[in-house]
């Protein structure tokens, strides 16, 4: 764990007047392949990594839930148990709150508790920052409430939660490696239905490093939804239910009949499925230079048939693909911004990242700020010896 706890209970303490009860611990993510192909149900291969969200908390008597936050300013948000949870203002309470409401729904009794929130996954930075914030607020409320629920059910409420207090019709991928997640493995995650395969990511010789663009990505303005829609519509006039049920071959021939961004969107979501799986293949093999060409076809795809990279990651990607040393490297997320991630020897990374770095500062004014990581721990007791 990257995070102690010590410093959110003494946090705790002086904001609520006593120890907390216990802290949960839920990860942000890097994916290694399968970008925007979870809302069309296909696979992803996402590992959680070791910056996580901690929540503090403790049950209090009354009905109130109180939520603070170290990173956001203010006094403490709140809601009632005996009314309806409904988003409002602070936004970044919004995620929490989505968590409760959809875990009343599924007939969970909540408990009135005060939490407070850590977090060292970079706001907004396309590690899964939201995510990581749902799933610690869910295991903080099933704590105090003494109930547990199945993993992929608790992904789907946090999920439902982004949808609709927050405003982001993401797909399943960054809720359920938080949740799932496992040290020295990446998770295959078939989205059409939650099953999964842990794939051995613990290889000493290797090493992923995270390039921040420190470009901030928003998913709710609009440029993911379009993708997610003109998914669906080419989908539609394919003729199947999901791109997922489509290959290149279908997506070719029906070229006439799809609109410009429709057939290259398609492109890039058949395309990309057929690599993940083929990554799976190449990782199980240990190729690893195989598995690094299919990052390199993965970033030339988002960046050209998505439409979803930005001129700082492909600086990123191309500085990286002139490095001895380096396997493969694409943008990672979203997109729009946020971070890349580079595959490399680990003998050979510091020096990779300082000539990144070197040649990033050259030509943008500025860093990005590299960090390696590794495979880690999915959501649990930050108490425990998980980590
Ligand atoms: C964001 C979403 C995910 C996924 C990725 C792209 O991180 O939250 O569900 O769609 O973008 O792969």
Redesign the pocket.
């Known amino acids: 764990m990257t995070q102690p706890i010590a410093g959110i209970q003494k946090r705790f303490s002086e904001l609520y007047g006593r120890a907390p009860a216990g802290i949960v611990r839920a990860p942000g993510r890097v994916?290694l392949i399968?970008?925007?192909?979870?809302?069309n149900d296909g696979f992803?291969l996402p590992i959680a990594i070791d910056k996580c969200t901690l929540a503090a908390f403790a049950p209090t008597d009354g009905r109130t839930v109180n939520l603070a936050s170290v990173q956001q300013e203010g006094a403490p948000a709140s809601f009632d148990l005996d009314a309806d949870i409904e988003k409002g203002s602070p936004k970044w309470a919004n995620y929490p709150k989505g968590v409760a409401a959809g875990l009343v729904e599924k007939g969970i009794e909540l408990t009135a508790m005060d939490i407070l929130f850590d977090s060292d996954v970079p706001i907004g930075g396309?590690l899964?920052s939201?995510?990581s914030l749902e799933v610690s607020a869910a295991l903080a409320m099933l704590a105090a409430a003494g109930r547990e629920i199945d993993d992929y059910e608790l992904a789907l409420i946090c999920?439902k939660a982004?949808h609709e207090f927050a405003g982001?019709p993401?797909?399943?991928?960054?809720q359920a490696i938080s949740v799932m997640g496992q040290s020295g493995r990446a998770l295959l995650l078939d989205c059409r239905n939650g099953e999964y395969r842990q794939i051995p990511f613990d290889n000493p010789d290797l090493l992923l490093l995270v390039a921040d663009t420190k470009v901030k990505h928003d998913?709710t303005d609009g440029g993911?939804a379009a993708r997610r829609d003109q998914c669906y519509s080419a989908a539609a006039k394919l003729g199947v239910k999901m791109l997922r049920d489509a290959d290149a071959d279908m997506v070719s021939a029906a070229a006439d009949k799809l609109s410009d961004k429709e057939l290259t969107r398609a492109r890039h979501v058949v395309s990309e499925i057929d690599r993940t799986l083929r990554a799976v293949e190449a990782m199980e093999a240990g190729d690893y230079a195989e598995f690094g060409q299919l990052m390199y076809a993965s970033h030339t795809s988002l960046r050209d048939d998505y439409e979803v990279s930005c001129e700082e990651l492909d600086e990123i990607v191309e500085l990286a693909a002139g490095l001895e040393g380096v396997y493969g490297a694409r943008m990672t997320?979203?997109?729009f911004g946020g971070c890349a991630i580079i595959l490399a020897r680990a003998a050979q990374a510091d020096n990779i990242a300082a000539e990144i770095t070197k040649n990033y500062t050259a030509r943008f004014g500025h860093p990005c700020v590299i960090f390696p990581t590794r495979a880690a721990a999915g959501a649990g007791s930050a108490q425990d010896n998980r980590i």
Do not use: F
Not at 34 to 39: A, M, N, P, W
Not at 170 to 174: E, P
């Open positions: 994916n399968g970008e925007h192909t979870d809302y992803v396309g899964s939201s995510a999920q982004e982001t993401c797909g399943i991928m960054d998913l993911y997320g979203g997109g």
